[in-house]
Every structure is written in structure tokens, then in C-alpha cells.
């Protein structure tokens, strides 16, 4: 695989804001480095120069390429004990004036892991066509890639273990069905959610909203735009919203060593807002 240099990344991330009003500078460089070379290689490139080439040339290229440099989801219900909380804990608290106008916020959607295991774990408590979900993304091919349903069948097999992980209380071969080349999850599941296109500031954010779920984004960005998005974050969530991250991030403190939010279960990196 090619291997970039920082001067190769620096003008790549030049030219994308000069060109396409995308600023890449708040990634973290080893993160971006990586995808960018992965890029490289699934296009059948031989170097930066290449690349830059392919998207002053190819204008329609672009939203491939955001799309195929962003990290996607893995497995569906990942981390199946975090699911096990939201379903023991986290929802037999809310009521049904709680419920009114419940907003449900997935930020930076690439490959619907996340989406299609939250619409599942909802229908399953009887709370799909109860609640609002939004999903924003930075690519249209992203957006379309997660309403075809597609999935690779070499996440199948982990998925399903993490849904009996979880006890679901169907069977997961129920959620999917099969093609030649992939699996097809049930798009039912996700019609009436709202998809959004947004950029690194999440400048579409869908405001008021009660429950964030935002795992393993973070540590793609460099420690100033990690600040940044957390601060946003706190601003669209509702009073006492509740925001889960990663297992592997954490909430950082700011100058004063305080933070925005409060740990609500630390194990399972969970936070709730604090008014500041």
C-alpha cells in the first residue's frame, strides 16, 4: 500500500477546502493518513499526486471519495452490554410525556451498524414509530448506501453473536435477507428516519434532542475540534440529555478541569447534561 508523507496530506486537505469548502484539518492526522491510503488503494491509485489529480479532474469523484474516507461502523450491536443497559435501565425511566417528541440524534453515519441496531432494538420495545430519529452523514453515497440495506455477509455472522449477546428477543435472521453478493437488512425499519447532510461542525444538527449516540467518532479528530464537537453536542441536547460515546473515548475537562456532562454509567461510557 502507498504510504503518504505529511506534506502529501497537507495539500490533499488544502485542496479539498480551497475546492470543495471541506475542512479536513480537524482530523486526527494519523486517522486520516490511514483512510486516505485507503482510498488510494481501493481506487486503484499509485500516489497522492494521483488522488489530488482524480479530484480536480473528476469533480463527481468527491462524494466517493467522502464516502470512502470515512471510517464506517462495524459490527451490528456492538458492545451488546451497552444495549443491555438501554433496555433495562435507560428506557423503563422514561414515561410517556418523556416520550413526546423524543428526538434521537446518530451523528456521522457511514454504514448504518449503529442505525439499523438502534431501529431493532426500539421495534423490539415497541418505541420505532414512538420516537424521531435523525441520522446525519457527510456523504450523499453514504446515505444511500444505508437506505439499500447492504451489508458485508463477513459482519453477519459477529452481529448475530452480539444480538444473542444482547438477548434480543427475536431472531436476528429476521432482520436481513440475502443476495448474491451481500445481505440485505430490512429498510422498514429505518423509513421514517430523517437523513441529514452535515459537515465536520455538525452545522445541520437537529436541536432539542434526548439521546445522542455517538460511539468511537471522537477520537478521529484532532483534541481542539474534540472540544468543539462536545461543546455542540451539549448545546442540541435537551436538559438532561443523554449523550453516550465510545468505550475507548472519554469526556474531556476543560481549562477550569470542569466538563459539560455528568457520568451517568461510566462502564458503559454514558453521560447525561449538565447545565452550565
Known amino acids: 500500500m502507498i504510504e503518504l508523507g505529511i506534506v502529501d496530506i497537507r495539500e490533499i486537505i488544502r485542496l479539498l477546502q480551497n475546492n470543495f469548502n471541506y475542512d479536513f484539518s480537524s482530523l486526527a492526522l494519523t486517522s486520516f493518513k490511514y483512510r486516505l491510503e485507503h482510498v488510494i488503494a481501493k481506487n486503484n491509485l499509485n500516489s497522492?499526486?494521483?488522488?489530488?489529480?482524480?479530484?480536480?479532474?473528476?469533480?463527481?469523484?468527491?462524494?466517493?471519495f467522502i464516502h470512502?474516507?470515512?471510517?464506517?461502523?462495524?459490527?451490528?450491536?456492538?458492545?451488546?452490554?451497552?444495549?443491555?443497559?438501554?433496555?433495562?435501565?435507560?428506557?423503563?425511566?422514561?414515561?410517556?410525556?418523556?416520550?413526546?417528541?423524543?428526538?434521537?440524534?446518530?451523528?456521522?453515519?457511514?454504514?448504518?451498524?449503529?442505525?439499523?441496531?438502534?431501529?431493532?432494538?426500539?421495534?423490539?420495545?415497541?418505541?420505532?414509530?414512538?420516537?424521531?430519529?435523525?441520522?446525519?452523514?457527510?456523504?450523499?453515497?453514504?446515505?444511500?448506501?444505508?437506505?439499500?440495506?447492504?451489508?458485508?455477509?463477513?459482519?453477519i455472522e459477529i452481529s448475530q453473536e452480539n444480538y444473542k449477546r444482547y438477548k434480543g428477543t427475536d431472531e436476528f435472521v429476521n432482520y436481513y435477507k440475502e443476495d448474491k453478493y451481500n445481505a440485505i437488512r430490512d429498510t422498514?425499519?429505518?423509513?421514517?428516519?430523517?437523513?441529514?447532510?452535515?459537515?465536520?461542525?455538525?452545522?445541520?444538527?437537529?436541536?432539542?434532542?434526548?439521546?445522542?449516540l455517538m460511539r468511537n467518532v471522537l477520537i478521529y479528530f484532532n483534541p481542539n475540534h474534540q472540544d468543539k464537537v462536545t461543546k455542540i453536542i451539549h448545546e442540541n441536547l435537551s436538559?438532561?440529555?443523554?449523550?453516550?460515546?465510545?468505550?475507548?473515548?472519554?469526556?474531556?475537562?476543560?481549562t477550569n478541569g470542569q466538563t459539560l456532562f455528568e457520568p451517568v454509567n461510566i462502564n458503559e461510557s454514558v453521560y447525561k447534561r449538565k447545565i452550565v
Open 239 to 254: 436538559a438532561s440529555g443523554t449523550f453516550i460515546i465510545g468505550l475507548k473515548e472519554q469526556i474531556r475537562t476543560n
Open 188 to 212: 422498514s425499519l429505518i423509513k421514517n428516519v430523517e437523513f441529514i447532510t452535515d459537515d465536520f461542525n455538525f452545522n445541520n444538527a437537529p436541536k432539542n434532542v434526548k439521546l445522542i
Open 48 to 64: 497522492a499526486e494521483s488522488l489530488y489529480r482524480k479530484l480536480i479532474d473528476q469533480p463527481d469523484f468527491f462524494s466517493t
Open 68 to 155: 470512502q474516507v470515512c471510517v464506517p461502523s462495524t459490527e451490528m450491536f456492538r458492545d451488546p452490554s451497552l444495549w443491555r443497559w438501554m433496555r433495562e435501565s435507560y428506557v423503563p425511566e422514561l414515561d410517556d410525556k418523556q416520550l413526546i417528541n423524543f428526538k434521537i440524534w446518530l451523528p456521522y453515519c457511514v454504514s448504518g451498524g449503529e442505525l439499523y441496531s438502534l431501529a431493532i432494538f426500539l421495534k423490539e420495545l415497541d418505541l420505532l414509530d414512538k420516537v424521531k430519529i435523525y441520522a446525519t452523514s457527510f456523504s450523499h453515497k453514504s446515505i444511500d448506501y444505508i437506505k439499500s440495506g447492504h451489508y458485508p455477509f463477513k459482519k
